[in-house]
């Protein structure tokens, strides 16, 4: 299969269309330029019903990233999921909200789970049929770190999704491998004189999975819907692994408020924290510039679980070095680079 | 035909006959050259339309078994000790959602202290995994398990772990007569599963399940073990049809009709055990061996039916369980509830120690005698252990016993800091 | 499903059976909000209604959006202070957007495409008198005549047409767009008597009228005591600006005064009149004022052309008198109430003629003695319904208490034809609610793209003095359609799926036609549809 290039729709001034790319439809919009999302006819890969908290992002992405799966491969798609929140608010006995073919069997196996399957298929002659294995970010960066290595190495046809909500959510709000420094979480608490997640830990795992040399590493968020089904699709249209890593904001562990969780994913790329960027055959090939710089401040208002950075006295000290953190991330990405995509 | 061949080939070449569609592979001995026999019919092309992957981990090794069987093709992986206990959350992940995976284990006892042979404490802590186990005596019985496996195990759609007794079995040149593709096509039929994850016919497979349910789906597995009873001897019959040897089935009783006295064992060991039980019957002695095959689902009847004129037995173990002794037993015990009869559990073959017929013998002797404990340990050296007990009682720190034991037997020359 | 394994396997979306929006304390509901440019359009227009036909390329859509309530686009294209633009919310993240450019572009391609606008009320029989042709009056026939009414409109012009005949120069409202505009009223069946001042407002209600609607205008120049030589040249601008529209209807000499021509005042007439002077053959035109440029009532845009054109302005300046071809000025300065006040400082300002621009008074002799009807400070009094205290006679324009501006007469003409309409049905008007505000604070302005307003190209500043051609040109069609899509359809849905998409329950169902609806069965009242509505037409209210 070729490797097609994202079909976002190209930068045109002749043809403009109000609200551009940005928001999720947009009626002006040649159809074949629309999102997956916008179709009245979606697949909804993740119905109505599921019991995921309000706002969850989590549950935004994976309907985001899976629907545009669905429409890429044609329906011919199958999806192993990693236990965490996604799988438990999915399907608990005896409800299902998946409309696609759907495995959960562990935490720490998804990955190879994918790579049984993608074996598995083609030892049945069913290449065409995909595999998307999908985890959180305990369930990808930590506890099932070596088979989604393992899974790179052998460069594997699958296309692993990470949500991304920093945190064991799951399980009450945990610190794992994703957890930003100066979180508060239940076990980096927002005590003691260097309150929340220690300073120079956690995984950057798009830059590992880069290190693997596998054909695609792309970063995305719920903020940025043609972005993501653009990703979704050019991975799709590529065999071997690859690795999307969607940033999923969390109400319920971040302290954000629900209706704020685009929001919050938003800031998160406009600050530079999170850098959303593309990479092939391990080598950066676009980022998607900041459009509205802002501060790191203005990201971490939003959530409580940055909150004693600011009260009872402003920790300039901590936010410098967050600040400092996502100048390294517009350098290294360029994301303040015109035309960086 | 007979082919003199390493037990581990044999049964490289009975899986491969089985055409399994994916297998997974992780180095561990003893099991290492099944799956590198298996390596090299794939990449030769002797068993095509294979995956084989080279995985990075057995739970890696199961997980990918997991989605190779998810989605409809047939998986096989095979491991031995460390291995099956670092898939073990796999392990029971598979039998849980009913996938009918097949897997050689290589049984090696598990450390610390390490130790690369033989026993059965691996598969032993596995026996509650909710997977079928059937424990091989011979090479061909190996090899012919392999091929029984996929039968039932796709037939009650659960895994199936077929247990071999690491370098006596994987390891020794036997004759062996190696099931051919062809034979395998006429008894094994194509794999359909019982559910599958196919875009053409969407479920969720793996739903969490409550306290509204679970117990009645581990009730279900319970009950799907218990009808494989029914299963295995049939499956045992029509590989007799097929290939004309008697392999498989449940227990395998050895002159046990008139025995006073009959001695239960898995695996190899029963090879020589029914050479002692030889040499005493010749001597007069009402004696027997009950060989069982199908440890899990156990079959409590055919046990008991087999025990019901004995008047004592004797489990001769590969393992045992920690703080109270005899796992075999204990469920022959179980199966012979109401019905008195006097039992010792003899634990043997620890780390590979040779279970030999001198050995037998004179624990069998000391049966005769009556003076059997209810829980012995063959060759034990007592001096050994007791001057290690005492040690311990001497000092807090009184440092690794293993080492310190070897040091006591010479083989170690270091003294202690 | 009986033959898959028990409670471990599912069957797909079967989780429909749980309805979550029993979580939910507050729910999303769609709302219509008021755009702040509906809000500021004194003729009642539906801006955002109409740029919304425009977008789609609808552009008869939209325009027939703008006929609802005002009959001369093209007209308003050219030369309304569009307030709307300077409240339009857009204006905070780049520029306002260019409506009345879009307005012009859809009110010229009517006149080019004749798209006419047909009577299908049913024949009311009742009778309307219009007093006066110009925007109010105009506005006001067309709204009644689409009523189903019968209406004739009496002038003591020889053009209809008012003010924005005998007062806008043609560079800024070319006659031909005029003419078009107010015969596709006419051809609705409106009945025009030119020449035909009325004097007498008795007599004309005796004519057998059931209601009558005054729009005369104000269009006697006020003029200021400036001490003045015989020989002194000083006229005042809106009979500048009426003569020189009389000697183009007659062919005639327009009238000539001299190479360097004064105007006093600082409102838009005057700027009129400097600039028409200047085309009239005038070397120098020069404005004074006695405030700063800050307080000219004149709008911007016509002081920054009359700029580009040549023309000077004098600040804080009086004009003591006038002889001999000399205006002595006085200079003012503002006291902190921003009243100017005499310094005694003078200086003197050659000139040859003096246009005094100091603002326009009605002339209400034909209400005179008429019982019921008010006059107060030179104005007309009306009621909210435009009526004055003579039952059936109202009015409106600039003969009544407002701006004097077209836009404010054409929206005079229209809320007194509502309420004539309701006086000859004897029911009250009642005038639909007002929606809420969309403010900017209602709006998600990412969603957005960046767009910089199109820019409408002018003629070269130097070429247009010498002619009465118009001075500013409109947008072509895709100019005009990129502004269009410039409106951020505020407090409106324009159907940008991002309700439907946002929502982590799948709870928005997707009608079609741009249309949506909760399915509150799943809603989980996270909020994140009105968080992520760029426009702010959804709202989050308590659940009962």
């Known amino acids: 299969m070729a490797d097609e290039q994202t079909t976002l729709p190209p930068d045109d001034p002749v043809r403009f269309y109000q609200v551009g790319s940005f928001a999720v439809g947009n009626r002006l919009q040649p159809l074949d330029l629309r999102t997956v999302q916008a179709a009245q006819d979606r697949p909804n890969a993740l119905t109505c019903g599921h019991r995921a908290c309000q706002g969850c992002g989590e549950a935004l992405g994976a309907r985001y990233a899976l629907d545009a799966a669905v429409r890429a491969t044609d329906g011919r798609l199958v999806s192993v999921n990693a236990t965490g929140c996604l799988e438990v608010f999915s399907t608990p006995f005896p409800e299902t909200s998946w409309r696609i073919a759907w495995l959960h069997s562990l935490f720490g196996n998804a990955p190879a789970v994918a790579t049984g399957m993608a074996a598995g298929l083609r030892a049945l002659g069913k290449s065409d049929v995909r595999v998307v294995a999908q985890g959180g970010d305990g369930g990808t960066v930590d506890i099932g770190f070596g088979c989604l290595s393992g899974m790179f190495e052998r460069n594997d046809d699958v296309l692993y999704i990470c949500y991304d909500n920093e945190a064991y959510m799951n399980t009450g709000v945990q610190r794992s491998g994703a957890t930003p420094p100066a979180a508060r979480t239940q076990t980096t608490q927002a005590v003691g004189p260097e309150p929340g997640n220690v300073f120079g830990q956690g995984k950057d795992v798009p830059r590992i999975a880069m290190a693997h040399e596998i054909p695609y590493v792309a970063t995305a968020t719920v903020a940025d819907l043609h972005d993501l089904e653009g990703k979704v699709n050019t991975a799709m249209g590529i065999r071997g692994a690859r690795y999307l890593h969607i940033l999923v904001p969390c109400p319920l562990g971040w302290g954000s408020a629900s209706k704020d969780t685009i929001a919050v994913a938003r800031a998160a790329t406009q600050c530079g924290l999170f850098p959303v960027f593309e990479a092939r055959d391990g080598e950066v090939v676009a980022s998607t510039p900041i459009r509205r710089l802002t501060p790191v401040d203005d990201y971490l208002r939003m959530q409580k679980r940055f909150a004693h950075l600011f009260a009872p006295a402003r920790r300039d000290d901590v936010i410098d070095r967050l600040q400092a953190m996502a100048d390294r991330n517009i350098r290294r990405y360029g994301l303040l680079e015109e035309a960086a995509r | ?417 | 499903m009986n033959e898959k394994p028990f409670a471990i396997t599912l069957n797909v979306g079967s989780s429909l059976a749980n309805h979550t929006g029993s979580w939910r304390t507050e729910r999303p509901l769609y709302v219509d909000r008021l755009p702040p440019c509906n809000r500021a359009c004194p003729a009642g227009e539906n801006i955002q209604g109409w740029l919304y036909k425009a977008e789609e390329g609808d552009y008869e859509g939209a325009w027939r959006v703008i006929m609802a309530d005002n009959p001369l686009p093209a007209i308003m294209g050219r030369v309304c202070y569009h307030p709307c633009q300077t409240d339009c919310n857009r204006a905070q993240i780049d520029e306002a957007v260019g409506i009345n450019a879009v307005e012009r572009f859809l009110g010229d391609l009517a006149i080019r495409e004749g798209w006419r606008v047909t009577v299908d009320a049913e024949p009311t029989g009742r009778r309307v008198l219009i007093v006066g042709a110009g925007p109010s009056g105009l506005a006001a026939a067309y709204h009644l005549r689409v009523l189903g009414h019968e209406v004739t409109v009496r002038d003591a012009e020889p053009m209809p047409g008012g003010m924005m005949r005998y007062g806008i120069p043609a560079y800024r409202l070319p006659r031909d767009i005029m003419d078009a505009e107010i015969a596709r009223i006419a051809d609705m069946g409106v009945r025009f008597e030119q020449n035909a001042r009325v004097e007498d407002l008795e007599a004309a209600l005796a004519d057998g009228f059931d209601a009558v609607f005054l729009a005369v205008g104000a269009h006697v120049g006020r003029r200021a005591y400036v001490p003045a030589g015989e020989a002194a040249r000083i006229v005042d601008a809106v009979g500048l600006l009426h003569d020189v529209e009389m000697a183009g209807e007659t062919h005639g000499e327009p009238p000539r005064l001299g190479r360097r021509v004064v105007v006093y005042g600082g409102g838009n007439t005057a700027l009129d009149a400097a600039r028409t002077v200047k085309r009239l053959g005038a070397d120098e035109a020069i404005i004074v004022y006695r405030r700063t440029r800050d307080r000219m009532p004149a709008h911007d845009s016509e002081v920054r052309e009359a700029e580009e054109e040549g023309i000077r302005l004098r600040w804080l300046s009086t004009i003591a008198n006038f002889d001999d071809g000399v205006m002595r000025i006085e200079r003012m300065e503002l006291d902190e109430t921003g009243f100017p006040q005499p310094t005694g400082e003078f200086e003197d300002l050659e000139g040859d003629a003096l246009v005094l621009a100091l603002g326009q008074d009605a002339d209400l002799r034909l209400v005179e003695g008429v019982a019921g009807i008010a006059v107060e400070k030179g104005v007309v009094q009306v009621d909210d319904g435009m009526m004055t205290g003579r039952a059936g006679v109202f009015a409106g324009g600039d003969m009544v208490p407002a701006d004097r501006t077209v836009t404010v007469a054409i929206g005079h003409g229209k809320r007194a034809a509502r309420h004539i309409d309701a006086y000859l049905r004897a029911t009250p008007y009642v005038e639909p609610p007002k929606h809420e505000l969309a403010g900017f604070d209602k709006l998600n302005t990412w969603y957005y793209a960046d767009a910089p307003h199109q820019v409408r190209e002018t003629i070269e500043a130097a070429r247009r003095t010498e002619t009465f051609d118009e001075v500013v040109h409109g947008l072509d069609e895709e100019s005009a359609q990129f502004e269009a899509r410039r409106c951020m359809s505020c407090g409106n849905c324009f159907g940008c799926d991002n309700c439907f998409g946002v929502c982590p329950d799948n709870a928005v169902i997707k009608l079609g036609g741009g249309k949506y609806e909760f399915n509150y069965d799943f809603c989980k009242g996270c909020g994140m549809c009105v968080e992520e509505c760029p426009c702010g037409s959804i709202k989050m209210v308590p659940e009962e």
């Open chain 2, 1 to 417: 035909m007979p082919v003199q061949i390493e037990g581990s080939q044999a049964v490289a070449r009975a899986v491969a006959a089985c055409r399994p569609g994916v297998i997974c592979a992780y180095p561990i001995s003893p099991q290492t050259h099944i799956v590198e026999g298996l390596s090299a019919l794939v990449k030769s092309g002797e068993l095509p339309g294979c995956e084989f992957v080279n995985v990075e981990s057995e739970f890696a090794a199961m997980s990918t078994a997991i989605g190779a069987s998810a989605v409809g093709a047939r998986a096989y992986t095979a491991t031995a000790s460390q291995g099956l206990l670092f898939m073990v959350e796999a392990v029971y992940n598979a039998s849980g959602l009913g996938l009918p995976i097949v897997m050689t284990v290589a049984n090696r006892a598990i450390g610390a202290p390490i130790n690369i042979w033989n026993d059965h404490s691996d598969t032993m802590s596995q026996r509650d995994s909710g997977w079928l186990q059937l424990y091989a005596e011979t090479n061909q019985e190996a090899a012919d398990l392999h091929v029984q496996a996929f039968r039932i195990a796709e037939q009650i759609s659960l895994p199936v772990m077929v247990c071999m007794d690491g370098f006596i079995l994987t390891h020794a040149m036997e004759v062996v007569e190696v099931p051919t593709p062809e034979q395998v096509a006429r008894f094994l039929p194509p794999f359909h599963p019982r559910q599958v994850v196919d875009p053409d016919d969407p479920v969720s497979i793996g739903a969490m399940v409550g306290p509204e349910a679970f117990t009645e789906v581990r009730y279900l597995a319970h009950h799907r073990q218990m009808e494989a009873l029914e299963v295995i001897p049939r499956v045992a019959d029509e590989f007799r049809e097929v290939f004309g040897r008697d392999s498989g089935g449940l227990v395998r009783p050895y002159r046990c009709d008139d025995a006073e006295t009959v001695v239960i064992a898995l695996g190899s060991v029963l090879g020589t055990l029914k050479d002692v039980v030889d040499e005493r019957r010749a001597r007069g002695e009402r004696i027997g061996v009950l060989g069982i095959t199908s440890f899990r689902p156990f079959p409590r009847d055919q046990v008991r039916d087999v025990l019901w004129n004995a008047s004592r037995f004797i489990s001769l173990e590969k393992a045992f369980s920690v703080g109270i002794g005899g796992i075999v037993s204990s469920q022959v015990r179980a199966s012979l509830i109401g019905h008195p009869i006097t039992n010792s559990t003899v634990v043997a073959g620890l780390g590979g120690r040779p279970i030999t017929k001198a050995s037998l013998h004179a624990m069998l002797d000391r049966s005769a005698r009556d003076e059997l404990e209810y829980l012995e340990f063959l060759d034990l050296d007592r001096a050994l252990v007791q001057r290690e007990i005492a040690r311990t009682r001497v000092g807090t720190r009184s440092g690794p016993a293993a080492e310190n034991m070897l040091r006591d037997l010479g083989a170690v020359r270091s003294t202690p800091h």
